[in-house]
């Protein structure tokens, strides 16, 4: 599931390679293409901010699709290219077929740090001095499932089995962005979380919301993807 912060056109969509499996790259860049081009100068730079690699990449490739001096299948091809190059057991070509967490976890891979974190006791007082953290924009679910995906971005930390050394009770380690992402992708496996239609930041007095703007499905080896524009419809 991907958030966003916020044409009602039919969105733009690719042709599946057959011969390379292509779903996984399908999937997300259509996602992420409607994203950028609800507001091309704002998102290319958003997407610059996140990381100069592949989403800087891959907006390039957009602005050129964008601008009808290549297709959205060559535009995805040159992505994935770099992406193989980078790690070809990662995201093979033919028919081995590529994972959309591995995926999305290169795209939206960071530039900087953009978390952190602080073991704290879980009955007295005691902290620890804040440090960064290796959260990212992709975010795993984990076994203690969350009801719904606004509590699981208010229940983010990392498990820890150290004591506290003042009350030898045990240490928690809640974990927060620095500041609000522009994007934020959730791995759920589960049937159970409710998907919150918005998230809301709060920070230095000023709110950000981030809007669902799509969801991938995967099953019988494929995947399959659902856009929701700034309209609402899907």
């Known amino acids: 599931m991907i958030m966003a912060s916020a044409d009602s056109s039919s969105p733009s969509g690719l ?15 259509t996602v992420l293409f409607d994203i950028w081009s609800s507001d091309t100068k704002l ?3 958003r997407f610059e901010e996140i990381n100069q690699h592949h989403l800087k ?13 290549t297709s959205f299948e060559t535009a995805r091809d040159t992505i994935r290219h770099g992406l193989y190059s980078q790690n070809p057991a990662q995201f093979p070509y033919g028919t081995r077929g590529t994972s959309i ?4 976890s290169a795209i939206l891979a960071s530039n900087d740090c953009v978390a952190i974190s602080s073991p704290e006791c879980t009955s007295c007082e005691y902290s620890e001095p804040v440090m960064n953290d290796r959260l990212e924009f992709t975010l795993y679910e984990k ?19 150290e ?3 003042d009350c030898s009770c ?13 994007v934020l992708v959730f791995e759920i496996n589960s049937k159970n979380i409710k998907i919150s239609k918005t998230l809301k930041f709060v920070q230095d007095s000023e709110t950000v919301i981030l809007d669902i703007r799509g969801l991938i499905y ?3 080896f494929h995947f399959t993807s659902r856009i929701i524009g700034n309209d609402n419809i899907v």
């Not at 990449?57 to 001096?69: D, E, I, P, R, V």
């Open 43 to 45: 998102w290319t730079r």
């Open 15 to 29: 042709i599946w390679d057959g011969e390379n499996y292509s779903c996984a790259y399908d999937a997300l860049f």
């Open 143 to 161: 076994e203690d499932t969350p009801k719904s995906t606004s509590h699981w971005l208010c229940s983010l930390e990392h498990e820890t089995h």
């Open 163 to 165: 004591k506290c050394p």
């Open 218 to 220: 995967h099953g019988d």
């Open 57 to 69: 990449s891959l907006s390039a490739c957009f602005k050129k699709y964008h601008n009808g001096q």
């Open 170 to 182: 045990a240490l928690k380690q809640p974990t927060s962005f620095k500041s609000a992402p522009n």
């Open 101 to 104: 967490a591995a995926l999305t």
